[in-house]
């Protein structure tokens, strides 16, 4: 019954032209503002899930690492015990260290993981190898597989064409020596360059990957010392339920990560990216709001002579108050439902022909990426129904205590 007063007197003729206005107005703003929050967050999302799925390329489901130091040991027993809990589809071995590379006069500095042959099954850094291949060799024999950036830094051939480039690589030795000697806390391998991948800038520039032996060998590692442990989980085993239970099993000498918490703070910044854009547009509902005051105040002026007849035939002060309530509610839900459907339009035409195209093509894809969630669906809505209904309230609550007065 509301609502069908709040959409009579939404529809009927105001005796000032400026009431109708002001109420279009009202509806306009809340659907671009709508609209606006729906198309922002659903290509943030887009961004989001593509920055995700390049780090996931590279980063493993579940990651072992020493509580302490840069190493630690894990025995066959250990490693048996660890394929055997449930959900866990491979495991891969790695050693790790900051390393020197020189290919003749150039130099650069690299983050060098030794993998052993597991790797592949679980990372997606193979996949992403576009020129040569991912072939980390033996101990006597290494290949090298290198980021774009590396490459490019480097001056690194890897077309089997030509000769592949032979590279140096420079190492910290684990065993201490003579402060006299420092030489002799370093060794040096030749590698050769058998691929290069491209994942992100952030791995193009830094990594290089080789074989686990070669780097063991190199740095005098034990053979059961390793710097981490990456594994990888079935589709439908819980990150967290897995980390808990390797935690329990391996003790307090180990940190056991997510590949979430192997990048805190890229994860971190993103929500918080999320929710500062869904702040700033939610001040574009605020502005709609002092138009919907405006509009409903003018309406309440409108109708004293009909607030007077309602309270005339019985109507208390709630069913009034209730009356203007809805008023501006409608005005919300229209606007809302306005901008949702818009949005959707807008978005869809995106994923189906991307419409509008990024600038300067330096970046993986060439089009703004979208994805809709049913959560900012609810939440910019929600949003929009709460923000109206206060603006409402002080309109409704002054045609509610409106003096019955008929002339």
Known sequence: MYVTFAWRYFKAKKSANAINIIAWVTVGVITFAIACQILVLSVFNGFEDLVKSLYASFYADIKIAPAKGKTFTLTP??????????????????????????????????????????????????????????????????????????????????????????????LPKKVKVAVNDPLQSLSEGIVKATGVFAIQQDFDNKYAITNIDFVKQQMGFDASEYSAAEIKLNDKTDLNTAKVQLSNMLGKGYVVETKYQQNTSLYNTMKLEKWFIYAVLTLILFIAAFNMVSALTMLVLEKQKDISVLQSMGADKGMVLKIFLSEGLLLAGIGTITGIVLALIICFLQVKFKLIKLQGGSFLIDYFPVKLQASDFLLVALTAIIIAFFASWFPARKAARQLIELR
């Open 77 to 170: 027993q250990q490693l048996t015990l660890i394929k055997l809990q449930q959900g866990i589809n491979a495991v891969s071995l790695i050693a790790e260290e900051k390393a020197l590379l020189q290919n003749e006069d150039l130099q650069t500095i690299v983050y060098l993981k030794g993998v052993d042959n597991n790797y592949s099954n679980v990372t997606g850094v193979a996949a992403k190898t576009f020129a040569g291949e991912f072939n980390t060799g033996t101990i006597d024999d290494p290949g090298l597989i290198v980021g774009s950036g590396i490459q490019n830094a480097a001056a690194i051939n890897v077309d089997a064409a030509f000769e592949q480039s032979k590279l140096t690589l420079i």
